[in-house]
């Protein structure tokens, strides 16, 4: 967005009369955001989400929760930056929009490990999916306690 689009932001235009069976609410806040896409009115309430739309990811693929997944990270180490791969079960997706994050679980040398990413972080390069797990819950906490072949999950066929 422009600077005259973040100016447009903060002068809101009524277009709605106060106190009209149109406008339920009594208030005569409306309005035409610059630069919004077909002219689409939106209202001060939805303005975050209109700005969010700008940071969102459009090459995520879809994973759920019992997935494997690769996860390649961005790693910044002085002035080098490299690819560092996380790959592990998603235990859980929550939020959404740009809020959104999921949580992987693997087990390194005997300790288990969760590490929550942010699903449209610009430090995610990519996000590879292994495997489809065959899951009947949407968080799958119970993994914690689960050691060795209980704590594999079934593969969707």
């Not at 903060?10 to 077909?38: K, W």
């Not at 560092?84 to 997706?93: C, E, H, L, W």
């Not at 929550?116 to 990519?126: E, K, L, R, W």
């Not at 590879?128 to 799958?140: F, P, S």
Request: charged letters at 30%; aromatic letters at 8%; proline letters at 5%.
């Amino acid at each position: 967005m422009s600077a005259q689009d973040w100016a447009g932001l903060s002068a809101f235009r009524c277009e709605m009369q106060p106190d009209t069976p149109e406008n339920s609410f009594g208030c005569a806040i409306c309005t035409r955001l610059p630069g919004a896409a077909n002219n689409k009115e939106v209202s001060p309430m939805n303005t975050l989400d209109f700005v969010d739309q700008a940071s969102l990811r459009d090459d995520i693929p879809t994973f759920s929760p019992g997935d494997t997944v690769n996860v390649h990270v961005k790693v910044i180490e002085g002035s080098k930056e490299r690819i560092q791969v996380f790959k592990g079960v998603v235990i859980r997706r929550q939020g959404g929009g740009i809020r959104e994050t999921f949580t992987v679980r693997k087990e390194s040398y005997g300790v288990g490990v969760e590490r929550t990413f942010p699903v449209h972080s610009p430090n995610i390069d990519h996000i590879d999916v292994v495997t489809r797990g065959d899951v009947r819950r949407a968080k799958l906490y119970y993994l914690r306690e689960l050691r060795g072949k209980k704590a594999k999950i079934k593969e969707k066929r």
